[in-house]
């Protein structure tokens, strides 16, 4: 069954915002590290932004100041708010789960930002 659903992609132009939302599994989501990922085609996949079940974020320098993560813990979810889009943030955005013996994914969900 799907334990990672991520929605909330699309196309927006340069200098929009886009939330992203990953609705999870209450058994892997439930006192674990939640994050998100992100890979642009040709590229390797990247870590956008992560946080902790007591709700530590932290960000990769080339976002930091435009998003945002959180989390809901009682609706098992986790968000991403992205603002002042730039073309270079177009990638496939993943929702990862990190759990102590594995670690779970979405099946991601795209972002396309125009100039």
């Known amino acids: 069954q799907v334990q990672l659903v991520e929605s909330g992609g699309g196309l927006v132009q340069a200098g929009g915002s886009l939330r992203l939302s990953c609705v999870a599994s209450?058994?892997?989501?439930?006192?674990?590290?939640m994050a998100w990922y992100r890979q642009a085609p040709g590229k390797q996949r990247e870590l956008v932004a992560a946080?902790?079940?007591?709700?530590?974020?932290s960000y990769a320098d080339s976002v930091k100041g435009r998003v945002t993560i959180s989390r809901d813990n009682a609706k098992n979810t986790v968000y991403l708010q992205m603002n002042s889009l730039k073309p270079e943030d177009t990638a496939v955005y993943y929702c990862?789960?990190?759990?102590?013996?594995?670690?779970?994914w979405g099946q991601g969900t795209q972002v396309t930002v125009s100039s």
């Open positions: 990862t789960a990190q759990a102590l013996i594995q670690d779970y």
């Open positions: 946080i902790s079940s007591g709700g530590t974020s």
């Open positions: 209450k058994s892997i989501f439930s006192g674990n590290m």
